[in-house]
């Protein structure tokens, strides 16, 4: 598309302006998790200071911080885990075989979306209760219980994508292996996981950022045991005061991780926000 | 085929239901998950049960009678209604533009996109907290900015008239970069050939925009929306930080009222029946967005 010069000046200075909306507040916010307390809330704000860690390592040690980081490690690899193992297979018959209900099933999954976590996330918390009162099964505030919470959004969103994957690649595929003498189990695990390996890749990050972001489901379901980063960093504000620079370095650690791994998929974010509708 | 044998028979019933051997593991935990959580919701709205007591004693429909006669519930039901509103159609416009405008820029193109959809990958807890730090009325560099051309410190978060606002600003600045992807990956999908034919005529930028962007994102425009109002209907973390409903209720969401109902003041049925309602109106809502993208698109 050609565009004329001035368009294309004027188009340069809203996106970079939008940019600096976006960079401003992260950057200095991030800044104040390397200031040393007494600047923490200096205002106009202090640019030039020397940095110290000091924020990280009272976050990290002295308010358990690497429990939190631990908690959010295994409850969110955890329940990407499960999420792949269930949503996977089902991903493949969605998009190798034809039945009747595939299409109505593929829909009904899409409408799992909009249930806001209120409706799921009551409903549980009663339910652990009742099941702890009433056969001693305790899932409230446990790893197994978050994780089975959390497919109500991962595994949806697991299937979409993977599915997509999978009808990338030609049936000719398996069926070959299978003239070969595979089982379809064993072409599928031999011949076609391979090969949609970067799709898996780019699912199981996609849904761990999902997952590792979470915060309503924990907050209403996790507890001393199995309390995540995103529910740690509300405990940096009292009442009267806020400890700036020990919140931003807990946002940092919540945040870095996330930024990266999106530089790394970032061509794949698209089809799993949306869910692939728009393939 | 009845002459054949029962185990030929049997193998050709696994044959043709092969897919459920796949589907059913993920099938039974969703049914589990989603399902049967909404049922026993539904159940728990008939009864009247609090955490605190023991009897459960059946009151029919007067938990939803209590709610929809509630002033609260109304008027965070009305407030949300309002975050759906501003925030969908802001960071509507807003990421259309910005998604116009990247089509008009070559160098650098790949950093802009990069650090513009930084907000979207954010946890909405940090970015509520960290607006609270950009908007604190003492140090806040959003007051120190408005300093620098002599307007005073404002507190946007404590004012009734200005705290919802606040707050709509910031699910924008969080979210408008989802549309701006969506709406970018469906243009890179647009036919040339009716856009080079259209220039070639003469026609106008704008009735291009008109006449055929418009019409041919109908689709990805629809999907956008609809994420959108979904997302904004269940905005919980961020008003959870910034202002915790306050003041007033004047910026307290339905989630938020429905939590609060459950766990501060553990009327379990009460909050069961306001989510059952919250749910069937969201599901209306993007049942009719649903029908109206299906009528163009061919999902699954």
């Known amino acids: ?279 | 085929m009845p002459d054949q044998p029962f185990s030929t028979r049997l193998y050709h019933l696994t044959q043709r239901q092969r897919h459920w051997f796949f589907i059913a593991p993920a099938l039974i935990i969703l049914l589990l998950v989603v399902i049967y959580p909404i049922i026993f919701s539904t159940g728990v709205s008939l009864f009247r049960v609090t955490f605190a007591s023991q009897s459960r004693p059946f009151v029919g429909l007067q938990n939803f009678e209590r709610m929809l006669g509630n002033d609260d519930f109304i008027q965070t039901a009305l407030n949300t209604l309002y975050y759906v509103v501003f925030s969908v159609s802001g960071s509507f416009l807003l990421g259309f533009g910005v998604a116009l405008l990247m089509r008009r820029v070559t160098a650098g193109k790949e950093l802009l996109r990069l650090i513009l959809i930084i907000p979207i990958t954010m946890a909405p807890i940090v970015v509520g907290l960290m607006w609270n730090w950009m908007l604190d009325p003492l140090f806040g560099l959003v007051n120190w900015f408005l300093g620098l051309f002599g307007i005073p410190g404002q507190t946007m978060l404590a004012q009734a008239s200005t705290a919802r606002m606040t707050v709509v600003l910031v699910d924008i600045w969080q979210w408008y970069p989802l549309v701006f992807l969506i709406i970018e990956a469906g243009m890179a999908t647009l036919p040339r050939a009716p856009f080079e034919s259209a220039r070639l005529e003469g026609v106008s930028s704008w009735m291009i925009f008109r006449r055929l962007t418009l019409p041919m994102l109908r689709p990805v425009i629809l999907v956008a929306l609809l994420l959108r109002t979904v997302d904004a209907f269940r905005t919980f973390d961020i008003v959870r930080v910034m202002t915790d409903g306050g003041p007033h209720l004047t910026t307290e969401t339905l989630s938020l009222y429905l939590y609060r109902t459950a766990f501060t003041f553990s009327k379990l049925s009460r909050a069961a029946a306001g989510s059952i309602l919250m749910l069937l109106f969201i599901g209306l809502v993007s049942a009719l967005m649903f029908r109206y993208l299906y009528r163009d698109v061919e999902v699954g």
Do not use: C, H
């Open chain 1, 1 to 279: 598309m050609r565009v004329p010069t001035s368009e294309r000046i004027l188009a340069y200075v809203i996106l970079i302006v939008m940019a600096i909306l976006v960079l401003v507040p992260v950057l200095a916010g991030s800044i104040t998790a390397f200031k040393p307390q007494i600047i923490w809330v200096s205002s106009p704000p202090t640019w030039i200071f020397e940095p110290t860690l000091e924020n990280f390592e009272f976050v990290f040690f002295t308010r358990k911080g690497w429990v939190y980081l631990r908690n959010s490690l295994i409850i969110s690899g955890g329940s990407v885990a499960v999420a792949l193992i269930l949503g996977v297979p089902a991903a493949y018959a969605f998009a190798r075989f034809r039945f009747r209900s595939s299409k109505a099933l593929m829909q009904w999954l899409i409408s799992l979306r909009m249930i806001p976590p209120i409706v799921v996330g009551l409903p549980f918390y009663a339910m652990f209760l009742y099941l702890e009162r009433g056969l001693g099964i305790g899932l409230r505030d446990t790893f197994p219980g978050l994780i089975i919470t959390y497919q109500t959004f991962l595994l949806p969103l697991v299937i979409w994508m993977m599915r997509g994957y999978f009808a990338e690649l030609p049936a000719a595929m398996e069926e070959s292996a299978m003239v070969e003498g595979y089982t379809r189990l064993g072409a599928l695990w031999r011949v076609v996981l391979p090969v949609v390996f970067p799709g898996i890749v780019a699912t199981a990050i996609l849904n761990f950022i999902f997952a590792w972001n979470e915060f309503f489901l924990a907050l209403i379901l996790a507890g001393n045991r199995t309390s995540t980063l995103p529910m740690t960093a509300g405990t940096y504000i009292v009442r009267t005061r806020v400890e700036w620079g020990n919140l931003f370095a807990v946002n940092l650690i919540i945040m870095v991780p996330v930024i990266v791994l999106t530089i790394i998929l970032r061509r794949q974010l698209v089809k799993g926000l949306t869910f692939g509708i728009l393939e």
